[in-house]
């Protein structure tokens, strides 16, 4: 049996039209037949760039990349596992043909092999680990990491998945959990100006009880924002806001000029995308009236109070509430 395993994903395409034709495709249809281009990348990338004259620069090697792979690279006797999100199964076969062009296929995948499937069978019959590595973005790609349990998946051995699972469902979950995280710090610092986080850095601290509102003073001694309980911002305490739409550190010498415009009864509250120094850290332990916001506890703050921001600040975090694995009660993370 062959030891190259390759995934495919055809997303806009029913699974049974494959798997009842026997067969795997991938689209450009504006490439015309492949089959007479010299087999070299720079050829694929020429084809690719005069077909699709409005592709970003940047995104004509990887599509040009699949498009080679597929033709040159993929071989008679290769496994293939296709994971196909309508009936959640992964159905894995073997490549039993060269490449081929079909001008007459309506389906939008031209550029096809022949496939004798083999197995179909559910998701869950597979490790996390090797089901995120089938949920790969690109549309062609070699399995390296989880080989052996799809060909043990063919042949019906058994299989380290459930092995592979306790080690891996905490991975994954963190993997998420940093892309999330990424997702929103980049949002706020890419999709805003200044002065709009100012204003979202206020409207995050009315979603969470306060009436706050920017300064939008240029003078007013690095206070950004001001934050109270009552309405009209008479009774104490009152929150002088610094915010810092940086990913860099913030030092203690910044912390301090806070610190100095709170005057008697005030509280400092100091957030950044980035993070603080050790000393900047340790000045804050000293000042029961200070607190310091970075970007995890920023990140952590608008989980929280999400469901209640304005839809304008949806658009900007487009984000859904879901359930992703996590260690099992007892376990320390």
């Keep these: 049996m062959a030891d190259r395993v390759w995934g495919i994903h055809m997303a806009d395409l029913d699974p049974s039209i494959p798997v009842d034709q026997g067969f795997v495709g991938i689209g450009w249809d504006k490439m015309r037949d492949l089959s007479s281009?010299?087999?070299?990348?720079?050829?694929?990338?020429l084809r690719y760039a005069e077909a699709y004259p409005d592709a970003v620069a940047g995104a004509i090697p990887v599509q040009a990349g699949v498009l080679y792979r597929f033709v040159c690279e993929v071989a008679v006797g290769d496994i293939i596992?296709?994971?196909?999100?309508?009936?959640?199964?992964?159905?894995?076969?073997?490549?039993v043909s060269d490449y081929k062009f079909d001008p007459s296929s309506v389906d939008s995948y031209p550029n096809r092999r022949n496939i004798e499937w083999l197995k179909h069978l559910p998701r869950?019959?597979?490790?996390?680990?090797?089901?995120?590595?089938?949920?790969?973005?690109?549309?062609?790609?070699?399995?390296?990491?989880?080989?052996?349990?799809?060909?043990?998946?063919?042949?019906?051995?058994?299989?380290?998945?459930?092995?592979?699972?306790?080690?891996?469902?905490v991975?994954?979950?963190?993997?998420?959990?940093?892309?999330?995280?990424?997702?929103?710090?980049?949002?706020?610092?890419?999709?805003?100006?200044?002065?709009?986080?100012?204003?979202?850095v206020a409207?995050?601290?009315?979603?969470?009880?306060?009436?706050?509102?920017?300064?939008?003073a240029s003078s007013d001694g690095g206070i950004d924002v001001i934050a109270h309980r009552d309405e009209l911002g008479f009774e104490p305490p009152?929150?002088?806001?610094?915010?810092?739409?940086?990913?860099?550190?913030?030092?203690?010498?910044?912390?301090?000029?806070?610190?100095?415009?709170?005057?008697?009864?005030?509280h400092g509250l100091f957030i950044t995308?980035?993070?603080?120094?050790?000393?900047?850290?340790?000045?804050?332990?000293?000042?029961?009236?200070?607190?310091?916001?970075?970007?995890?506890?920023?990140?952590?703050l608008?989980?929280?109070?999400?469901?209640?921001?304005?839809?304008?600040y949806k658009m900007i975090l487009p984000l859904k509430q879901t359930y992703i694995p996590g260690p099992s009660p007892g376990t320390v993370e």
Excluded: W
């Design 37 to 45: 281009l010299e087999r070299t990348r720079d050829s694929f990338k």
């Design 81 to 95: 596992v296709f994971p196909s999100k309508p009936d959640r199964m992964v159905h894995l076969g073997r490549v």
């Design 124 to 169: 869950a019959n597979f490790s996390q680990s090797a089901l995120y590595e089938i949920g790969s973005a690109i549309t062609l790609f070699q399995i390296s990491s989880n080989t052996e349990e799809f060909l043990a998946a063919l042949t019906g051995e058994e299989s380290s998945a459930d092995a592979v699972d306790a080690a891996t469902v």
């Design 171 to 200: 991975e994954v979950s963190q993997q998420v959990e940093e892309s999330t995280e990424d997702f929103v710090i980049k949002r706020l610092k890419t999709n805003i100006t200044a002065y709009e986080f100012e204003e979202f």
């Design 203 to 216: 409207h995050l601290l009315t979603c969470m009880g306060y009436h706050a509102r920017p300064t939008q």
């Design 238 to 266: 009152i929150i002088k806001v610094q915010c810092k739409q940086t990913l860099g550190q913030i030092g203690r010498p910044d912390v301090q000029r806070l610190h100095g415009a709170i005057e008697q009864g005030e």
């Design 273 to 300: 995308l980035g993070g603080f120094s050790p000393d900047a850290k340790t000045f804050e332990r000293s000042k029961p009236n200070l607190r310091l916001i970075d970007r995890d506890a920023l990140v952590e």
């Design 302 to 312: 608008i989980y929280t109070h999400y469901n209640k921001f304005d839809p304008r």
